[in-house]
């Protein structure tokens, strides 16, 4: 998946959960990329359950997007870290970035998916807005959605559940 930003950059995904992957093998608490106008920022600490990930533009001031408070899985109903739900056959699907949920494609149109939809690996779930970019997210697994786990409008963390899935 890719995110292209106002400039015309693309950022990957994919590879900022490498990087954040790597970032937990080495235990490193931050890392800062800068590439051309973009700069990626990952900062983890031992407080926070879970990563954070902010992304902006190169010529953004100090005073750039603040990540929310991370939505305890446990919280949710979830309560395993491998993305299934305890004794059952639901996976999530998860944020891959920081930013607003958005479970239709305008205030006014009906949701993308709601509990009962089939989905397939290349079906819109939702939209994730992270600085003023509107994300598609795709479901990525083939099955039903059990559980809506994230209001509309509400700040999600990378990595934090939006659905429960169960495959087919």
Do not use: W
Not at 51 to 79: F, I, K, R, S, W
Not at 89 to 114: C, D, H, R, W
Not at 130 to 136: C, G
């Amino acid at each position: 998946m890719k995110a292209v930003e106002k400039d015309g950059s693309i950022m990957e995904v994919n590879h900022i959960k490498e990087l954040v992957e790597m970032m937990k093998e080495n235990d490193l608490s931050e890392l800062e990329i800068v590439d051309g106008q973009t700069r990626v920022m990952l900062k983890r600490g031992t407080a926070q359950p879970a990563t954070q990930v902010v992304a902006m533009p190169h010529l953004v001031g100090a005073g750039g997007m603040a990540a929310m408070p991370v939505l305890e899985a446990a919280a949710a109903g979830v309560v395993s870290g491998k993305g299934k739900e305890e004794n059952s056959n639901l996976v999530q699907i998860q944020s891959p970035m920081v930013g607003t949920f958005y479970s239709a494609p305008s205030p006014t149109a009906k949701p993308f998916v709601e509990v009962g939809s089939k989905i397939e690996e290349e079906t819109v779930v939702c939209i994730i807005e992270a600085m003023k970019v509107m994300n598609e997210i795709k479901g990525e697994k083939k099955g039903i959605i059990r559980k809506v786990l994230v209001e509309n409008g509400a700040a999600v963390e990378y990595g934090q559940a939006l659905f429960l899935v169960e495959l087919n």
